[in-house]
């Protein structure tokens, strides 16, 4: 990571300086997320998967920042995570990037449901069972946003 990049993540790791910015990103400047309602997340996906050799294959990838928000509306508390990239140049490829960032967030939230299920033994279903997921589990929305 480049100094630039490395002074960018620094900045944008304060709450408040992050509430700002996912304020003006997701609500145009309407002050809904607060410093208060943010929780950091560990910034490591990892992925092991099974190649077409039949070797284990393992992906690493770190984010710059990656946050929990708890954001009351209307009575409801919704949660959801954001994640935050600096790109001081130009990444021509960065929406592939952030597409694989977010499909490792939702695939820790499926492994550890699944997780979850296999401990309990509450799947009703072959389907659920084979799955590790059930028609009533949900994700929780993940949102990367490039700076």
């Known amino acids: 990571m ?5 002074k960018a993540k620094e900045y944008f790791a304060d709450n408040e300086r992050f509430a700002d910015l996912c ?3 997701l609500y145009g400047g309407r002050c809904v997320i607060k410093a208060e309602n943010l929780e950091e997340r560990d910034t490591t996906e990892v992925l092991t ?3 077409l050799s039949l070797n284990m294959i393992s992906v690493q ?7 929990n928000i708890h954001v009351k509306y209307m009575g409801k508390t919704y ?3 954001v994640g935050m990239e600096n790109q001081s140049d130009i990444h021509y490829a960065m929406p592939v990037k952030n597409m ?7 695939g820790k939230q499926v492994r550890e449901v699944a997780k979850k299920h296999r401990r309990e033994h509450d799947t009703e279903t072959p389907d659920e069972f084979l799955s590790g997921f059930t028609a009533n589990d949900r994700l929780i929305p993940v949102i990367t ?3």
């Open 100 to 106: 694989i960032y977010d499909a490792l967030a939702y």
């Open 2 to 6: 480049g100094t630039k990049d490395s």
């Open 61 to 67: 990838k770190w984010r710059d920042i990656f946050k």
């Open 79 to 81: 949660i959801f995570l």
């Open 23 to 25: 304020n003006y990103v």
């Open 49 to 51: 998967a099974l190649g």
């Open 145 to 147: 946003i490039t700076v």
